[in-house]
């Protein structure tokens, strides 16, 4: 009898085991892929601090935007099925969100509570109290908290007001131009959100451009930014009111890189990926592929509601090891893990530097990346902000975990595809956070 080439088991306590025989042919057809998750997450938002009905298609149905949903409807937002094909949102206006009666709990999503943070800092004589899993827990919040400080807010949480659980008591806050030590799209929403209720110009620089979903759609919803590219600054000038709006969500680019690189490994591959979002500052792990000599090609290039959406076609390539870093990382932060899976493939040593920022995710990615890809039989190495990737790798099937980590599960599935024998993905069903239906569309296009 042939084993399933992928088993799925499911424990008492809901835990997910994957088993993965890789049947060695190439992916080839044409896939549809989840929702972006920021621009769901912003969409929620925004929608809610709206006036008026925002009506969304596409979002993502993961456990972070559901998260994102739960907590504005405890503050009074009206947001309907996420399962339906349309959801609506009914806004209460900026400034108006209500008073929670209960703990605002964020689970696994360091967006929803970071991005809520600058919200609920700029709600006078309201009070709130946030969480989030044991792994959001040990995430740093002082990245936000500090300029939201430094704006009049009032944050008190463990560790010196580092950590979640924290307590916020709203207030009237006053502009600030921030400038940011680090590249953070999340840094940088925070205070942009803030800046909403505020009388004057709220100002955020970054050392290097992250990614802008929220300049984009706090535009459409009708707030008044300028943008520097140049200078890497962001004004918002307050206060600003939102209209409801719709918004079509594209496919998330982080939940395609799975299919990229699995394409690009696999031999006798041609997929093509449908209706992903190329917003440029999402995009370097498209640059970090052809690099690489991966052979990707954009189809069918548009744009749907102020984001640029294309097909990305990706064939079986020869891959070429290269370094990368600088600028590159915060635009591909989210896809290392699976960026060292193809790298696993290259001819010769691909170096990935700058990213120690990945030591504060859902895992330490760097440490959990290298640990779990050299139980396959890889050989990577752990640099202090980075990892060195030996090419040429022979992996072989054994145990690895994902230590609750949704990039670190598909990212070892798709290590699998290379590898002889039985892989078994512990706590897989971390998978969910991002992409639930990641398992079924595996076997349908790969095993």
Avoid at 119 to 138: I, K, M, N, Q, Y
Avoid at 227 to 247: E, K
């Amino acid at each position: 009898m042939v084993a399933p080439a992928l088993l799925i088991k499911t424990d008492a306590s809901a835990r997910q085991a994957w088993t993965i025989t890789a049947s060695g042919r190439g992916l080839q057809g044409r896939l549809q892929i989840p929702g972006d998750k920021s621009i769901s997450h912003r969409s929620l938002m925004l929608g809610a601090l709206a006036s008026g009905e925002t009506r969304i298609k596409g979002l993502l149905l993961g456990e972070d935007p559901r998260r994102t949903a739960a907590c504005f409807r405890a503050m009074g937002a009206e947001i309907s099925d996420l399962e339906a094909e349309w959801v609506t949102v009914k806004g209460l206006g900026v400034g108006q969100l209500q008073e929670p009666v209960d703990v605002l709990d964020a689970g696994n999503s360091g967006t929803t509570l970071r991005l809520m943070l600058g919200l609920l800092a700029s709600h006078p004589e309201r009070f709130f109290t946030v969480t989030g899993d044991a792994s959001l827990r040990s995430r740093p919040m002082a990245r936000v908290i500090k300029p939201l400080t430094a704006m009049g807010a009032q944050i008190w949480g463990r560790n010196n007001n580092r950590l979640a659980p924290l307590a916020i008591q709203g207030q009237i806050l006053s502009p600030i131009h921030y400038h940011s030590p680090i590249a953070s799209a999340q840094v940088k929403s925070c205070i942009l959100l803030a800046g909403l209720s505020i009388d004057g110009d709220t100002i955020v620089t970054e050392p290097s451009i992250s990614r802008d979903h929220s300049e984009r759609m706090l535009r459409a919803f009708g707030a008044h930014l300028t943008v520097d590219h140049g200078a890497r600054r962001v004004t918002l000038h307050g206060p600003s009111q939102l209209q409801g709006q719709t918004v079509i969500v594209p496919g998330d680019i982080s939940s395609a890189a799975y299919w990229m690189v699995a394409a690009a490994i696999v031999p006798d591959s041609d997929l093509v990926i449908e209706n992903v979002g190329v917003n440029p500052t999402r995009t370097g792990i498209l640059d970090a592929l052809q690099q690489m000599n991966a052979d990707i090609t954009l189809e069918n290039s548009r744009e749907v509601t102020g984001e640029p959406v294309a097909d990305i076609r990706v064939r079986t390539s020869q891959l070429q090891a290269c370094t990368i870093g600088g600028n590159l990382i915060p635009r591909l932060i989210d896809e290392v893990p699976i960026l060292a899976v193809a790298a696993l493939f290259a001819e010769g040593t691909t170096r990935i530097e700058d990213a120690a920022e990945l030591r504060v995710k859902e895992s330490d990615r760097i440490a959990v990346t290298a640990s779990q890809l050299n139980h396959l039989g890889a050989s990577v190495s752990e640099l202090p902000d980075g990892l060195e990737i030996q090419g040429g790798a022979t992996l072989t099937g054994t145990d690895v975990d994902s230590f609750t980590d949704h990039r670190i599960a598909m990212s070892l599935a798709i290590a699998a595809l290379r590898a002889s024998g039985a892989t078994t993905i512990h706590q897989a069903e971390a998978a969910a956070v991002s992409y639930p239906p990641f398992a079924q569309t595996l076997e349908q296009f790969a095993l």
